[in-house]
């Protein structure tokens, strides 16, 4: 009548991948539960949607490689993956989220690009990844890009030059932060 194996005993490839959002508004919900788990303070299965997250970034690295959703699981899984390498340290998680990972640095890692650095260079791996979630709802809102290009760039929105120059304000295009070689910079500094 009931299987011995709970959800929890099984291998996260054992259960149906769930469809991930659809829309910016799924997106956002998704995000803040990912926000509120890096924060330590999430309701929800936190290892099961590190695991959901690095299954989805998989799938959307084989189907189309840098689109933008495999933009927003990759630094998604950047924020929530020290979760089950630190928080709630768990090999098998920890594999799979490295696999994730490692899937997303092979597959972009040789791609070519115009852009001189990635925010990638300065991964902030060891300081509080606070403005992650700013990135992540700007990727997930593409409708939102004209306005959000055309503030960054007016010169009075950036009276300093470290705004100006912070990958978080002055420079946080779509653009950038999509590109692939930056997606793998993550993937392949990402700690483990």
Same mark, same amino acid.
């Given at each position: 009548?009931?299987?011995?194996?709970?959800?929890?005993?099984?291998?996260?490839?054992?259960?149906?991948?769930?469809?991930?959002?659809?829309?910016?508004?799924?997106?956002?919900?998704? %995000?803040?539960?990912?926000?509120?788990?890096?924060?330590?303070?999430?309701?929800?299965? #936190?290892?099961?949607?590190?695991?959901?997250?690095?299954?989805?970034?998989?799938?959307?690295?084989?189907?189309?490689?840098?689109?933008?959703?495999?933009?927003?699981?990759?630094?998604?899984?950047?924020? %929530?993956?020290?979760?089950? %390498?630190?928080?709630?340290?768990?090999?098998?998680?920890?594999?799979?989220?490295?696999?994730?990972?490692?899937?997303?640095?092979?597959?972009?890692?040789?791609?070519?690009?115009?852009?001189?650095?990635?925010?990638?260079?300065?991964?902030?791996?060891?300081?509080?990844?606070?403005?992650?979630?700013?990135?992540?709802?700007?990727?997930?809102?593409?409708?939102?890009?004209?306005?959000?290009?055309? #503030?960054?760039?007016?010169?009075?929105?950036?009276?300093?030059?470290?705004?100006?120059?912070?990958?978080?304000?002055?420079?946080?295009?779509?653009? %950038?932060?999509?590109?692939?070689?930056?997606?793998?910079?993550?993937?392949?500094?990402?700690?483990?």
């Amino acid at each position: 009548m009931t299987n011995a194996e709970t959800a929890e005993n099984r291998r996260d490839d054992e259960v149906p991948l769930t469809p991930g959002p659809a829309t910016p508004d799924e997106w956002d919900e998704l %995000i803040a539960d990912w926000d509120e788990m890096r924060h330590g303070y999430y309701l929800g299965d #936190a290892q099961a949607t590190v695991l959901k997250c690095a299954r989805h970034l998989e799938a959307s690295v084989a189907a189309d490689g840098a689109g933008s959703e495999t933009a927003l699981w990759t630094l998604g899984l950047v924020l %929530i993956g020290p979760y089950v %390498i630190y928080a709630r340290p768990d090999a098998a998680a920890e594999a799979r989220v490295m696999e994730a990972m490692g899937a997303v640095e092979r597959a972009l890692g040789q791609a070519s690009c115009e852009h001189e650095e990635h925010p990638c260079d300065d991964a902030p791996f060891d300081v509080d990844l606070d403005n992650f979630r700013y990135v992540l709802e700007m990727l997930a809102h593409p409708e939102r890009d004209a306005d959000h290009e055309a #503030a960054l760039a007016d010169e009075a929105n950036w009276p300093d030059e470290e705004g100006a120059q912070s990958w978080y304000e002055g420079r946080m295009t779509r653009e %950038i932060w999509t590109c692939p070689r930056n997606l793998a910079g993550f993937a392949g500094a990402f700690p483990g």
